[in-house]
């Protein structure tokens, strides 16, 4: 989430789901009929051994097996079915991996694309020319963990079937192109190893589980098997839950466990993961939940003060603007999203579980801040001010280097026509605006403006983003300054421990005198007694 927020874009969305069993996400076409959201481009960045980070990863030495790689293959397959069904037409996937099995790799992808006719790979000898790869292979071997190999499906021992698929060796490699994927081998550029591949879809293939896609028997049946046991495992489950929760009647149970079985037997599971997914019970969930994303009306009581005192202009889409709430009093953060962010969330609340989404644009605030409830946030600033009115100031290079300064700086510093217009505002977070000049972009400052004085209301990490921007030093933050505290009372502890140190060695060094000068004068003492 906190990588997202960087990108500052009111069009993204962050889920969390099992990526084999997605759920279909409705929304409305152009005819104003439900469909299956599809996606234009998808990143199937999929669970691996990760041998190819042995590198930097030492343990993996010690724990790699063969047996690994032929557990995860069936698990990588179904995620990446499960984002073939999902894509449009004229989409595209990139697979990946970091890993060097081909077992995880030109085989997921060659058997997924046996089951997924309509479905190609594209060549990648183009793209980024300056990295230095080697083309996927098209020709392997399966072993098995007890040291056998085999070359083809039809020499694998029966004792192996169990752990050995037909989908993980190499036979239509060629008539598909897995020579297309991209293999980055670690000594080619001092990296970690890596596979690559860019996934296409041709023509119009799998409708909105409409019809059942074609693919070979024998690609039919695997999917079948797996979807089968997918179905088994949650029939079970929801049937075990549900007696542990509040028990199930008997005619419910027989009827489920029925029902199971006739689609068990018959084999009438469909291979479109589409069709599965629709028809799955899907686990409650008894962990933390999250809030809902409650979308106002565009007459909210909360818009009427920002309205108000911000001068907002009338074209905002004060419809998009959600909370976080479960009840619709609460209203501390106001967000907003884009208009397909939002049917998207609203036809699908029961169907998906949203981490994330849209911007932060007022967040509410103590009566003593400001006269008006909600302040301007920085994080969606640069889309809120352009629809702002008297609260939006175009600031010279001086003036935004003078509020991004350490502390505040007293108004009758600014320029004269800036120092007028805010001389009468109230308590109140304003916008600063520096134009673009050069290579330096616009950006705007929220500023927190007193009676007398003004201040960046920004991060420690923002302002010298903007400092740097600016050409400026950037400022001492906070961690540093404990840093450097600490390193400072670090240094004094060593050299006084050094002075102790040396006053002790001195100290040893003048008792060992002493004693040598005792012992001297004893043994003078000792000679004149004989003498004597």
Not at 115 to 126: E, G
Not at 438 to 447: D, Q
Not at 494 to 516: F, L, P, V, W
């Amino acid at each position: 989430v906190s990588q997202t927020k960087r990108g500052s874009s009111l069009e993204f969305m962050i889920t969390n789901e099992d990526a084999t069993r997605y759920p279909n996400l409705k929304v409305f076409n152009s005819e104003g009929v439900l469909r299956n959201l599809r996606y234009d481009r998808i990143l199937c960045d999929v669970p691996c051994t990760g041998d190819g980070t042995l590198r930097k990863n030492y343990a993996i030495w010690k724990k790699w097996d063969q047996a690994q790689a032929i557990g995860i293959h069936k698990l990588q397959r179904r995620i990446l079915l499960r984002a073939m069904d999902m894509l449009a037409e004229g989409g595209r996937i990139v697979y990946s991996t970091c890993s060097l099995n081909p077992i995880e790799n030109e085989a997921t992808v060659l058997s997924c694309l046996k089951s997924r006719p309509d479905f190609r790979l594209m060549p990648t000898d183009h793209l980024l020319p300056e990295l230095k790869r080697r083309p996927g292979l098209t020709t392997w071997r399966v072993g098995h963990s007890s040291g056998a190999w085999y070359d083809k499906f039809e020499d694998v021992e029966d004792r192996h079937l169990k752990a050995i698929n037909w989908t993980m060796f190499p036979d239509g490699a060629e008539e598909h192109n897995t020579q297309y994927c991209m293999r980055v081998y670690p000594h080619l550029q001092n990296t970690g190893g890596f596979f690559i591949c860019v996934i296409e879809r041709k023509e119009r293939g799998v409708g909105d589980g409409v019809k059942e896609e074609e693919g070979t028997e024998e690609a039919k049946e695997v999917v079948k098997e797996e979807m089968q046991d997918e179905i088994k495992e949650e029939m079970q489950d929801e049937i075990k839950e549900e007696e542990n929760n509040a028990g199930v009647k008997e005619e419910e149970e027989e009827k489920v466990n029925q029902e199971a079985e006739e689609e068990r037997e018959e084999g009438t599971v469909h291979t479109n993961t589409n069709i599965l997914v629709d028809k799955m019970k899907f686990k409650k969930y008894n962990g933390y939940k999250e809030d809902p994303y409650l979308f106002l009306e565009s007459d909210a009581q909360a818009f009427t003060p920002i309205k108000e005192w911000y001068n907002i202009d009338d074209d905002f889409p004060f419809e998009n603007i959600f909370v976080r709430s479960s009840e619709n009093t609460k209203q501390r953060n106001l967000s907003v999203a884009c208009r397909r962010i939002r049917d998207i969330i609203q036809q699908n609340e029961n169907r998906i579980k949203v981490i994330n989404c849209g911007l932060k644009l007022f967040s509410y605030s103590k009566p003593a801040f400001s006269k008006c409830p909600y302040r301007l946030l920085q994080s969606g600033i640069h889309y809120s001010s352009r629809y702002l009115g008297s609260k939006l100031f175009s600031v010279s290079r001086d003036d935004m280097a003078k509020v991004l300064s350490a502390g505040g700086v007293p108004k009758a510093t600014l320029e004269a026509d800036l120092a007028e217009k805010l001389k009468d505002l109230p308590t109140m977070i304003v916008v600063f605006h520096l134009a673009a000049e050069g290579l330096r972009p616009e950006f705007w400052v929220c500023v927190y403006a007193t009676e007398n004085n003004v201040k960046s209301y920004v991060t420690e990490d923002e302002k010298n983003h903007f400092r740097l921007m600016l050409g400026l030093e950037p400022l001492l933050t906070e961690r540093e300054k404990k840093k450097l505290d600490a390193m400072e009372k670090y240094r004094e502890k060593k050299r006084i421990e050094a002075e102790m140190g040396k006053d002790g060695e001195e100290m040893k060094e003048s008792e060992e005198a002493k004693e040598d000068g005792a012992a001297e004068t004893t043994e003078e003492g000792d000679h004149t007694e004989r003498t004597d």
